[in-house]
């Protein structure tokens, strides 16, 4: 068997592919070690017995961490084995590749091997990644860059390695450590985010291209998570493990019912991650009150701000008093003043202002009472919304009008939030970076370190 299997990946590695009716075509990029497979798929405890054998005839001294360090390489290359010849078995070809994917040479030379057999990719899924976790102290500057150019450099390579070839949806492998931070993950933290954020900017340099970023959980069974004490760690911090038969099922069901482009958080519970670590959420709350005490134009809704806290959002305390804000005097029933409604969609402006500093749009809303042979009617109206952005060098104009709402008869409630949302989109397919980066750098729109 062992012999059959050897055969078999050297054809992988020399076959002249001409196959022109492919069912699956798969490459992988791994460094497969080949050694060992058959044992692996024989028993484990096998496989641990020839490996201590193998270190003592060599004149080591094998501990459990060396041999389990072994055992995870010959896994990892039993399952890029596995991939193989599953697709093998569905009458595709597999093209196997064995390379560093920091190297930026190797990784172009394999992909114009791909452009020239095929001149297209329908899925490039990154899956690259290793751990050392250490705190910043503790961890050597190369065991930080390792860490983070496997991934971050990885990925790079290989789409600059693609520029210009039609690519159906890049799919990355990142890590709830990348969405909500791990101890002693920084850079693998880091790195995972950002996969996240060059997935989800795709929409705008590579718009052909589904980038999907999933921010998987710590997988049960399979995979780094499964290695030392990670498991204890996860069970104390209430976070429950991915079972792989319904991981695996969730990169064919994003790829092929969900038009989802971004990033996605696949797991259960996250225990820990999800609790608030900091009563401010890590405000300097001194520092924000510097700020808006230096505004030209102050903020008149915004008093204190309390906290932006990663589940709470952000928290400000306003002292409604009309002698600090004048303007209660004007909305008074019966002699007492009340909060005028506009002020309410005021404080939500501001308070957008606070999060977003980067962006300033400039809008009114409308709300039309519509006109009937009988007078205005007072249950229907018309409502609309005109914009424009950025406020002070307009890119873009957009209107929105909708006719006898439904849900809510105000431009402020209906309007405004289709203007919002549609902006939102708009910054970035127009690739309109934050106020103080235009202004600053002088920003000329141009694609992303220069990859499309
Ligand atoms: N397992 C989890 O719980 C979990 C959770 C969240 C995210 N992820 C992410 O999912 C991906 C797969 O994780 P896994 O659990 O399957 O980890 P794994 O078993 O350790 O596999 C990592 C893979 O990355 C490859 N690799 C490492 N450095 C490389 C390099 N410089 N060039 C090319 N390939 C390299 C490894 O190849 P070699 O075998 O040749 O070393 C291996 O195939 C990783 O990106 C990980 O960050 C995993």
């Not at 452009?115 to 705190?135: C, E, F, P, Q, S």
Request: charged letters at 20%.
């Amino acid at each position: 068997m062992h012999e059959q299997q050897q055969h078999r990946q050297h054809r992988w590695r020399n076959q002249q592919h001409t196959d022109t009716h492919l069912a699956y075509m798969l490459v992988i990029f791994c460094r497969l070690d080949q050694r060992n497979l058959g044992d692996r798929r024989c028993a484990l405890h096998a496989l641990k017995r020839t490996l201590i054998d193998e270190a003592k005839a060599r004149g080591e001294k094998p501990t459990p961490a060396t041999v389990d360090k072994q055992i995870a390489g010959i896994e990892r290359s039993e399952a890029a084995l596995r991939a193989i010849e599953s697709v093998e078995a569905t009458g595709g070809t597999a093209h196997y590749f064995s390379l560093d994917l920091r190297d930026a040479d190797a990784v172009q030379a394999v992909v114009d091997d791909v452009r020239n057999r095929y001149g297209k990719i329908d899925v490039l899924l990154h899956a690259g990644g290793m751990l050392i976790d250490r705190t910043l102290p503790n961890k050597e500057p190369s065991q930080f860059a390792l860490v983070y150019d496997v991934k971050a450099d990885g990925f790079f390579n290989l789409l600059k390695a693609a520029t210009g070839m039609p690519i159906g949806a890049t799919v990355v492998f990142s890590s709830v450590a990348g969405r909500f931070g791990n101890a002693a993950q920084s850079n693998y933290s880091a790195a995972n985010d950002l996969l996240c954020k060059i997935s989800s900017s795709m929409k705008a340099w590579r718009p052909q291209t589904r980038g999907i970023a999933l921010d998987w959980t710590a997988w049960g069974s399979i995979g780094m998570a499964t290695r030392g004490s990670v498991p204890k760690i996860m069970e104390m911090l209430g976070i429950d493990m991915l079972p792989p038969e319904v991981g695996v099922p969730t990169i064919r069901r994003e790829l092929t019912y969900s038009g989802f482009k971004g990033e996605i958080v696949v797991g259960r519970r996250l225990g820990a991650l999800m609790s608030e670590q900091d009563v401010t959420g890590g405000l300097d709350t001194d520092k924000v009150k510097a700020l808006l005490a230096s505004r030209e134009r102050p903020l008149p809704m915004i008093g204190a701000v309390k906290a932006a806290r990663l589940y709470g959002g952000l928290e400000v305390e306003t002292t409604l008093d009309p002698q600090i804000q004048p303007f209660l005097f004007d909305h008074q029933i019966d002699g007492t003043p009340v909060l005028p409604g506009v002020m309410g969609t005021e404080s939500f402006a501001e308070l957008a202002t606070l999060l977003f500093p980067g962006y300033r749009v400039a809008g009114k809303t409308g709300t039309g009472e519509i006109a009937t042979p009988l007078g205005y009617t007072n249950s229907a109206t018309n409502t609309s919304f005109v914009g424009w952005g950025p406020a002070e060098d307009p890119k873009f104009l957009v209107y929105i009008w909708l006719e006898k709402p439904e849900i809510s008869i105000w431009g402020s409630e209906v309007a405004a939030p289709v203007f919002s949302d549609l902006v939102e989109d708009l910054v970035v397919l127009m690739n309109i970076p934050p106020d103080n980066v235009r202004l600053s750098l002088r920003y000329d729109g141009r694609n992303i370190a220069g990859l499309e």
